[in-house]
């Protein structure tokens, strides 16, 4: 199993000991836990939405390339 070292503010860390306390766990498998969650593989939920997203963005075609510049000059000039 790797190790890490992290340091966080002392806020930080009381609320993961409160977090950690109320669900009956170790500061340290709560963190365990958080980033397990945070790296999962995606739901299928999840994945379904993205392919959905692909598909529209496929039937969509690509736009004229903007000048952010232009645009932001004319945002000031109004």
């Keep these: 199993m ?7 503010e002392e806020d930080v860390l009381d609320r993961l000991k409160m977090r950690a306390s109320i669900a009956g766990r170790s ?3 709560e963190i365990g836990r958080i980033v397990e969650e945070a ?7 999840r994945r379904a939405l993205v392919e959905e ?6 039937l969509t075609p690509p736009g004229a390339p903007i000048d952010i510049a232009a645009v932001i000059r004319e945002g000031r000039e109004r």
């Design 53 to 58: 997203f692909r598909r529209i963005r496929a």
């Design 27 to 29: 500061v340290e498998e």
């Design 2 to 8: 790797g190790e890490i070292t992290l340091r966080i």
């Design 39 to 45: 790296t999962a593989a995606p739901s299928s939920d």
